[in-house]
């Protein structure tokens, strides 16, 4: 089991950049950010493979959203720029036991408590 803690949110105005960070306890394979606005179903916003070398994005963040990781450090950031309104949720980070990312929450094993970003209008 690992343990996942999730830093970097706040408040920001839209347009702004912020950068999330998630720390492991260990070693992990493949990770993903996940998010959750109030009143709506958790939703895939990006992940990337355990090398790096392969990422996926939901359309919503393409162009504006990076992920990357130092396996070094056990640590997956998410990038965030030109954030609008509707990027207010509460972004979890999730591990899977595997190497290949997927878009699923149900294939990640792990979940971080989360880290809540507000963007204001």
């Known amino acids: 089991q690992v343990h996942l803690v999730e830093s970097g949110g706040g408040l920001v105005q839209a347009g702004g950049s912020l950068r999330l960070s998630c720390a492991a306890s260990?070693?992990?394979?493949?990770m993903g950010w996940f998010r959750q606005a109030p009143g709506k179903e958790r939703e895939f916003v990006a992940a990337?493979?355990?090398?790096?070398?392969?990422?996926y994005y939901a359309d919503s963040v393409k162009g504006r959203f990076t992920i990357s990781r130092d396996n070094a450090k056990n640590t997956v950031y998410l990038q965030l720029i030109s954030l609008k309104s509707e990027d207010t949720a509460v972004y979890y980070c999730?591990?899977?036991?595997?190497?290949?990312?997927?878009?699923?929450?149900?294939?990640?094993?792990?979940w971080g408590q989360g880290t809540q970003v507000t963007v204001s209008a």
């Open positions: 260990g070693r992990t394979f493949a």
């Open positions: 999730a591990a899977r036991g595997a190497r290949m990312a997927t878009m699923s929450g149900a294939d990640y094993d792990n």
């Open positions: 990337i493979s355990w090398s790096g070398s392969s990422t």
